[in-house]
């Protein structure tokens, strides 16, 4: 049991600790609500968990790789990032959200991209599977039961930062604050992709 409960702990902590994806979430979440964030969770969730199990999987294989190809994985996500913190940062008031002029909110296959392109979710995957399943038996039991745990705790680390979006959302009344919203979360996004560069 405690290792179970470590598991939940660990995978957790990972999930809901500010990053792209989560500010993403929020992002979202305050210009469309939460429930129009959940494909945008879901993708980030199961992109993750895919994560989890190829680490698990092929452990050896890709802990040689990743740090051969960090630099063009932070490469590739800045660039995706960026992007996107552009788009967030343009946007116009929530009411065109929600009269269905603004529909330029992430997806699914959004949320999938920032997690295979961040760095950290294959460093944090690879440490969560060596902690919790290799020298276990039988390991592979431990794999499924560490995947399930991470796609769990991910789905809910993210969805309370699209819930925190969603509830921001009512304070930010007039087309100013909104637009003032916009650029703060594109100006954070962009920041921690800056750091994410630097790491």
Known sequence: MSIYLSMVAFTLVGAISPGPVNVIAASSGARAGY??????VFGASVSYTLVVVISGVSLE?????????TWLLKILGAIFLLFVAYKIAM????ALAQNGEDVSLPGFWEGA???VLNPKAWLV?????SLFTL????AMMYLINFSITSFV????GVSVWGALGSYIRQFLATPKRQIGFNYTMGTLLSVTVLYMLAG
């Open 35 to 40: 429930k129009k964030t959940t494909p945008y």
């Open 61 to 69: 294989q890709v802990a040689f790789v990743v740090p051969q190809i």
């Open 91 to 94: 946007s116009k008031g929530f």
């Open 113 to 115: 991209l920032v997690q």
């Open 125 to 129: 995957a690879m440490s969560g599977v």
């Open 135 to 138: 020298g276990r038996n039988p």
């Open 153 to 156: 705790m991910c789905f809910a």
